[in-house]
């Protein structure tokens, strides 16, 4: 897998744009950039993201995995990447929260909790909105 993310994007930057420009526009070292393309390393889900954002193209396309019936290796990645999708349209840049490995370290009730914080941020916007509208 490696080596087909580094070919695409070696494919993408093309001849007319830097590793160190792309690297400076996602925050990361262009030796990290670097990495990516050489197959030394894999970007983790959110400079995945970042990645197909910059170049204008899918997570799939980047993955080689661009078929018309759905690759099934992303699906337990699908939630994610239309949440992700819907925060970008929010102005939320700052993913960390969708580091995947993250949620590992995290208990049944620590995601309960989250979850409950969710549910009354969105109360209160809802609430905030009803004000403002009448």
Do not use: C
């Amino acid at each position: 897998m490696r080596r087909l993310i580094g070919d695409r994007l070696k494919q993408l930057r093309g001849s007319t744009i830097t590793q160190q420009d792309i690297a400076n526009q996602l925050g990361l070292s262009r030796a990290s950039y670097s990495h990516y393309e050489n197959g030394r390393s894999e970007p983790d889900l959110s400079t995945l993201l970042s990645l197909a954002d910059f170049f204008n193209v899918s997570v799939d396309y980047l993955l080689d995995r661009s078929t018309p019936d759905g690759n099934p290796a992303l699906e337990p990645y699908k939630d994610v990447l239309v949440l992700h999708q819907l925060l970008r349209k929010q102005g939320v840049d700052d993913l960390f929260f969708l580091q995947l490995d993250a949620w590992e370290t995290l208990t049944r009730q620590d995601t309960v909790e989250i979850k409950h914080h969710f549910e009354w941020v969105v109360e209160r916007a809802r609430r905030k909105k009803n004000t403002t509208d009448q």
